[in-house]
């Protein structure tokens, strides 16, 4: 049965989940036909079953889950595993999020990569999977609870800080500052912003201007970037807590004819570009590429007896003029890490 | 109209005595940017809530409409054919909106409601969670140019402004829009033809919501899936804080320009003193209720003193 469900068809199942409004008898009639004859074919012939891993991830809009999904279904295809991706079609919604963990249980993947929307409200979802048997791997955002083979993750504090600290030497230590937050009561916006906080403790003389949320959208960054322009004659640089922001940032400086160094986070494809350009100092990540490999990577790893640690914090990249190469590579073609380059004993 | 007025006055005299970069030409033309985006998002939306309907898809419309002139733009390297994508998205989604609303009597908040989720899921299948990026700079003057000194954007919201202001005080249709809004039945019964008109304000409300949308992506020189979802409510808030009621039959362009006014400069002022982002939904709660209470008040005082 999962063998008629690649990734394609799953992205396609979400979307059609918001068109039923328009043709909900239709499409609910395809679906069915198409799930019940692949489930006929799947019963004929379980001995060539393949290992299937659902993999959790917080929406569609994001370009940075749209590369850990590509990430994911090549290391899938690698593998020789089948990936079916459950995304919520309201962004990072709880109860969506909650009952595709129901779906998901019942068809019984081998193994669930999982981010969760958030990080408390998805422990019952996590506890589900652990009362099916289902291992799981939680991936970038570490769920409170739960039981989990492995967190994977990148520590949004430590890039926040190596990116500001990038900038600020660039600055040559002096000058004036501005930061962008992100979506307050986020964790990782309040990790980036502390890490951003940090950098400015080791340069006394840079000053903090403002600090200020664009809530991660580029269109408030961009309109809170012409004010806080208004408000302040001299801004030599801006940090952004993602890299849509420091784009809308960007966006503003343009057109208002001034000039900053400017940083985000994430190294969304989107970012390297500016940076090739010039027009982005530098965007810090931990590659979004090796992580959704690495998080397939781990869960086939589980699956066939291979030790996985407990916790794999993923090295950081700050992508900027002198070594952007590395990311200026278009997904599909690239090629997954080995696990031991990541991961190091 | 002129009590609304009242909060607009007070929220600037309070931020010019606060904030000595907010009362300079350059930050009130900021101002009147930001809001001209606003108001033209909520333009069509305006009219269609004086004819007692709705227009929840205005904000997914306008995320459809600039991602499909985003990608017109890149396949033709015209940008012509990137505001012709933009509009005719909006206005065949408005008339789709129109056509249930009035032949299948879909209740108007479900009709918009069921059609902003089929935007999405369409957008989101377009776009695949991809950016699109990159545009020449006379497109992008559009959304962040100027002429003579004043915004581009700010010029096109005059325009519907102006355009809107003689169809709803000097045209037949216009005043056919109130008397519907008023009482439908009673129009109806009064020789008006009901469904045709409503037709045309659904058409008009996503014929705005794709121009805006074309406007925003020369401002923000990009378009992704998302980015309509975050400006429905405060197309809705604009349209209401301006006095329009959600009832119908009241209401105007003018008061949602001062909607978005209002919105802008909560937003403006916050930034120019540096108000800590977590308090900043609080403030912006309690400025936009005061405007409110100062707009009731005022009324009320007046009507018992007429």
New interface residues.
Partial sequence: MLNCMPDERALYMTSAGSLKFAFNGLVLLIAALVLAACGESGNKSPETTRESVALFTKNQTNPYFQTIRVAAQAAATELNVDLVNYIPTSNDSIPEQMSQIEDAITKHPSAVVFVPVDSKAMIPGVEKFNAAGIPVINLIDRSDGGEFVSFMGCDDYAVALNTARYLFEKMNGKGNVIIIEGQGGSSNNQKRVSGFKKALEDFPSVKLLASQTGNFQRAMALQVTENLLQAHPQIDGILAANDAMALGAIEALDAANRKALVIGVNGTKEAIDAVKAGKLLATGDCDGFVQGCMGTMAAVRHLKNLPVPKEVIFPITVFNSTNYQGADVPYEQRMCPKWESIVKN | MKYRLIGVALIVLALGLS?H?FA?P??LL?VL??ASLIFLSASGLTLVIVGAGLDLSVGANLGLSACFAAAAIKATGTLSSGFAAGVACGIAVGLLNGLMVTKLRVPPFIATY??L??L???N??Y?????I??FPPDFRALG??DLLGVPIPVYLMTIGLLAGGIFTRYTTYGHEVYAIGANAEAARLSGIPVGSRLILLYTLSGAMAGLAGVI?LA????A????G???LLPAIAAVLIGGTSLFGGSGGLAGTLIGAIILTLV??G???L?IN??W??LVTGVIILIAALIDSVTRRHAELHA
């Fill in positions: 904030s970069a300079t350059s930050n900021n940017r930001q069921g059609m989720w089929m999405y899921g369409v989101y299948w776009m695949k969670g991809d950016t990026y990159g962040s140019g925003y401002r923000l020189n990009s992704e899936a998302g980015i979802s975050p400006l937003l403006n916050m930034n120019l540096g982002s977590n900043q939904p």
